[in-house]
């Protein structure tokens, strides 16, 4: 069984606009001959694909980049969760900016979404800003994993607003948060996240990490960090689930191994499992 951990789709209304937004900005950057987009950003092409790559489920991690979007975005991931049952699960969103953040978390529970994604590039914030704080400890309280962009992004390339210090000070701080650092701890950062990441109680996902860093490490990081804390994930649409899952495939991973990082996991962590 597959369960991506990791994948972005856009209402119909607005995934055109995103798309070619979020494509212009890409191709400026340094990551333009890694990243092309294969979907159209549309939940309907993710599953399409999904079909195509043996992905049994998906989990798409919106993102409100205004406070203002908040209950919007919420109630759309609720909408796409019933539609494709079984097969997407959402993780809800907030800004930590917005006055009504921790009444929202409390909603995103009620709604059934599965977690929270925070992208502090996007949302203008620093991983480690105390501001935070009152976030991460609600979503411990209520049992919500949280999962950050972790590392370099396209759209901040001089400044990197959640390390993998930054995710070993607020594991160290909120022992009892389900957070997740996504591009294995972070984007580019590879060197710090063994330094700083490796061995904390953290979930490292494998977001747009194919071909960015060498298997080796991504080996070293796995059997250091242990595989029960490692989730499949993609970053579709600018990754392939498949070229995530042909890495994962050709490392020398026992078959425990790739069963955690594959199914299991993310089974317990979004209480798949019973558990």
């Known amino acids: ?7 972005h789709a856009f209402t119909e209304t607005i995934a055109e606009k995103a798309m070619t937004n979020l494509t212009r900005t890409m191709m ?5 001959d ?3 987009p294969v979907t159209n950003g549309t939940v309907n092409e993710l599953v399409g694909k999904m079909n195509e790559w043996g992905v049994d489920m998906s989990v798409i991690l919106p993102i ?16 796409v969760q019933e539609e494709f049952t079984g097969r997407l699960l959402c993780f809800g969103t907030v800004h930590p900016d917005a006055e009504d953040a921790l009444p929202e978390l409390e909603r995103i529970k009620t709604l059934g979404l599965h977690g929270i994604k925070l992208h502090p590039d996007y949302q203008g914030f ?4 105390e501001k935070a704080f009152p976030i991460y400890q609600k979503c411990a309280e209520l049992g919500l994993p949280l999962i950050f962009h972790a590392g370099f992004d396209v759209v901040s390339p001089d400044k990197i607003h959640c390390t993998p210090q930054m995710g070993a000070k607020i594991a160290d701080k909120f022992p009892d948060l389900k957070m997740i650092m996504a591009h294995l701890g972070g984007c580019d950062c590879w060197d710090d996240t063994e330094k700083y990441l490796v061995g904390k109680n953290v979930y490292l996902d494998t977001a747009f990490t194919e071909g960015l860093l060498p298997d080796e490490q991504v080996l070293r990081i796995i059997r250091n960090h242990g595989s029960d804390k490692i989730l499949f994930a993609s970053d579709c649409p600018w990754h392939p689930s498949s070229r995530e899952m042909k890495m994962l495939e050709r490392l020398p991973l026992t078959e425990e191994e790739r069963q955690n990082i594959f199914h299991r996991n993310a089974e317990k962590l979004l209480g798949l499992n019973g558990e």
């Open 1 to 7: 069984m597959y369960i991506d951990f990791h994948t």
């Open 126 to 129: 620093c991983a480690d800003d």
């Open 28 to 32: 400026e950057s340094d990551f333009r």
């Open 64 to 79: 409100a980049t205004k406070p203002s979007q908040q209950h919007t975005i919420n109630n759309w991931a609720k909408s």
């Open 34 to 36: 890694k990243a092309l």
